[in-house]
Nanobody
């Protein structure tokens, strides 16, 4: 299986920054062979895609975070990052790491990390 462990969440004031990390382990052949993304879910709302990086390295962002958030990866460390700048209270949510293992199309989720942005 694939295990995903998120870290880096916390409490920050509006306008501040956080960097989330997602470390992948298990039956992988490098995160550059998978599509990985960050999702978030606020209370009472559906889980939504925040950012995604494909095996090719191409990235996609939700309109609400484009220009403020950046997804990147370190293949040697099997780790994906989400740099979050200019945070807003509306960004408050549990952030989840997601991986698609392309060779068998399995999908994996991390346990989530809480991000809280105060006004």
């Amino acid at each position: 299986q694939v295990q995903l462990v998120e870290s880096g969440g916390g409490l920050v004031q509006a306008g501040g920054s956080l960097r989330l990390s997602c470390a992948a382990s298990g039956r992988i052949f490098g995160i550059n062979t998978m599509t990985m993304g960050w999702y978030r879910q606020a209370p009472g709302k559906q889980r939504e895609l925040v950012a995604r990086i494909r095996d090719s390295g191409s990235t996609n962002y939700a309109d609400s975070v484009k220009g403020r958030f950046t997804i990147s990866r370190d293949n040697a460390k099997s780790t994906v990052y989400l740099q979050m700048n200019s945070l807003k209270p509306e960004d408050t949510a549990v952030y989840y790491c997601n991986a698609n293992r392309l060779w068998d199309a399995n999908v994996f989720w991390g346990q989530g990390t809480q991000v809280t942005v105060s006004s």
